[in-house]
Nanobody, 122 residues
Framework: QVQLVESGGGLVQAGGSLRLSCAAS????????MGWFRQAPGKEREFVAA????????VYADSVKGRFTISRVSAKNTVFLQMNSLKPEDTAVYYC???????????????WGQGTQVTVSS
């Protein structure tokens, strides 16, 4: 199995930026497609972005397209989520996940991190 640990969350003003990191251990992330999901209080977990095992394909939710960028650096065994032009509605706990394909469905990812809090003030 692979263990995932997110970091980089925090409190920022609207219009600001954050970069989230997902560090993997136990197995190389090259074996997995990787995704980012988020969950706000009282809401369902929702898809944010995903990247294929090769890194050649990416998928984004319409709500973040053009503002967020997912990337992977195999030498660091780490996946990143660069978040720009943040909005208050981006406030949520962000989770990193590993699976066999870059899909929008959380049930298709077998491994999850503990989450990192992102809060955007207006």
């Amino acid at each position: 199995q692979v263990q995932l640990v997110e970091s980089g969350g925090g409190l920022v003003q609207a219009g600001g930026s954050l970069r989230l990191s997902c560090a993997a251990s136990g197995r190389t992330i090259g074996s997995y497609a990787m995704g980012w999901f988020r969950q706000a209080p009282g809401k369902e977990r929702e898809f944010v972005a995903a990247i294929s095992r090769s890194g050649g394909e990416t998928v984004y939710a319409d709500s973040v397209k053009g503002r967020f960028t997912i990337s992977r650096v195999s030498a660091k065994n780490t996946v990143f989520l660069q978040m720009n032009s943040l909005k208050p509605e981006d406030t949520a706990v962000y989770y990193c996940a590993a699976g066999l394909a870059a899909t929008v469905r959380p049930r298709e990812y077998g491994y999850w991190g503990q989450g990192t809090q992102v809060t955007v003030s207006s």
